[in-house]
């Protein structure tokens, strides 16, 4: 249990500093609000509503690249990073602890994005929320190994992107196969299997990532 | 391997290729279906093969470093993906021409393996973006490692996503009952394919013993300076 711990008191951490300094969220919803008005936009008069549910998968992605740039920004500051190798007993449970944040920031900044999705677009339906939440958890699992791997390079804000999206693209495809397909329970177990491998690749490789 | 044999293996190698151009301008039957421009296959395929045995390759020289904390296999790791990502391209350019020939376009979104090239030739591009961003030292060789790792975890994963993602217009050559080939279509496939592997493995060795040499200048030179 004493992992569990580590883990619990790791997002707790993350989910406190937001508390207080508020500085990934609100950018979250900000940025996922303005491309859905960008999205408006781009979609001509007559396209279909397909496409609107396709576009909204180029959102969920760039917001989740946006929480996951920021995601070591605290740790990178004053080599803090290093307090919590020390700290933790078993170094992938910073990993599980930063991605059960970035999660919930995901899933809060798509709280408020689906609604609004719904409200200026189409109806989204049960295989959507599905998705979303599946594609939630690669993109964080993931997502989250990445963004330690960039803060330690030269590159940072300017690598994940490049790293993370050739990764990203087959939860892309179960996501949108999820929202538009006519088969949405094949596409959502395809998620899930995406979700199962590399969880379990980034949780086993995440130490490395960390130390010499 | 020892440097003197490696003339031998690139011999070998060029033996091979020329016996490979010649099993296939002259055993090979012309195809029914596609005629003479089906003859790219036997380049294409044994390319685009010949890559993910070099992906896979570089990710257990990768497994191998951090495993087994083997000092060489950072390096040859590195050069597994480096000449992968060159067979890739070959097999994107030439699929590409095929796909001019026998669809009429360039690009076409429908074939499930160019699809895959592109995507892992995106992926492992990065890797370079990444690892000539990080110092070098343990903790690049680590996060280099990692990201091979990754890479052929995503190898099948994206065949099966783009399997999924649309019909299927590629002609599927090797079924679950065999390849579906006649016997002296299979030979000078073979036959490419060992040439192909051939080459990989010398291109391998003699960028391996470059930058070993590379290395072994530096580390003399630091002693000097010092």
Not at chain 2, 52 to 78: I, Q, V
Request: glycine share 6%; hydrophobic share 60%.
């Amino acid at each position: 249990m004493t992992y569990l711990a580590d883990v619990g008191a790791l997002a707790r951490k993350d989910l406190t500093l937001e508390l207080r300094a508020r500085d990934t969220l609100p950018a979250m919803l900000l940025f996922v609000l303005s491309i859905l008005v960008v999205f408006h936009f781009v979609l001509p008069p007559e396209s279909s509503d397909l496409a609107a549910k396709g576009l909204l998968w180029v959102g969920i992605l760039f917001t989740a690249l946006l929480g996951l740039t920021r995601a070591f920004a605290a740790e990178r500051e004053d080599d803090a990073i290093d307090g919590l190798i020390l700290a933790t007993r078993d170094r992938s449970a910073i990993w599980l602890g930063k991605a059960l944040a970035v999660f919930v920031f995901l899933a809060l900044a798509e709280l408020v994005a689906l609604p609004a999705f719904a409200l200026f677009f189409t109806d989204i339906g049960g295989g959507t929320i599905a998705g979303v939440v599946l594609a939630d958890v690669g993109l964080c699992a993931v997502g989250t190994l990445l963004a330690a791997m960039a803060t330690a390079s030269r590159a940072r804000e300017l690598l994940l992107p490049l790293i993370f999206l050739p990764l990203a693209i087959p939860i892309v495809v179960g996501g949108v196969g999820a929202s538009v397909g006519s088969h949405p329970a094949t596409y959502a177990g395809f998620l899930a299997l995406y979700d199962a491998i590399f969880a379990l690749l980034a949780w086993a490789s995440f130490d490395y990532v960390l130390t010499e | 391997m020892r440097p003197d044999r490696l003339p031998v293996f690139a011999a070998s190698a060029l033996a091979l290729m020329a016996s490979a151009v010649a099993v296939v301008a002259y055993v090979a039957p012309i195809d029914a279906d596609q005629g003479f421009s089906q003859k790219i296959f036997y380049f294409h395929v044994p390319v685009a093969l010949t890559s993910y045995a070099l992906f896979g390759w570089g990710a257990w020289k990768a497994l191998r470093h951090l495993w087994k904390r083997d000092e060489r296999a950072d390096l040859e790791s590195y050069v597994a993906i480096h000449l992968g990502v060159i067979f890739g391209l070959t097999t994107l350019l030439t699929g590409s021409i095929w796909a001019k020939i026998s669809w009429g376009r360039w690009w076409v979104w429908s074939s499930d393996q160019l699809v895959l090239f592109l995507v892992l030739f995106l992926f492992y591009s990065a890797y370079f973006m990444l690892r000539f961003s990080v110092e070098p030292g343990p903790r690049r060789a680590n996060l280099s490692a990692v990201y091979a790792l990754f890479g052929v975890a995503l190898i099948p994963v994206s065949f099966l996503a783009i399997r999924l993602s649309k019909d299927i217009i590629h002609p599927v050559v090797f079924k679950s009952s065999g390849p579906d080939m006649s016997g002296k279509m299979f030979l000078a496939f073979c036959v490419s394919w060992a040439a192909m592997l051939a080459l990989a493995g010398t291109l391998y060795h003699v960028e391996l013993a470059g930058k070993r040499l590379d290395q072994r200048l530096k580390e003399l030179r630091e002693v000097l300076a010092s």
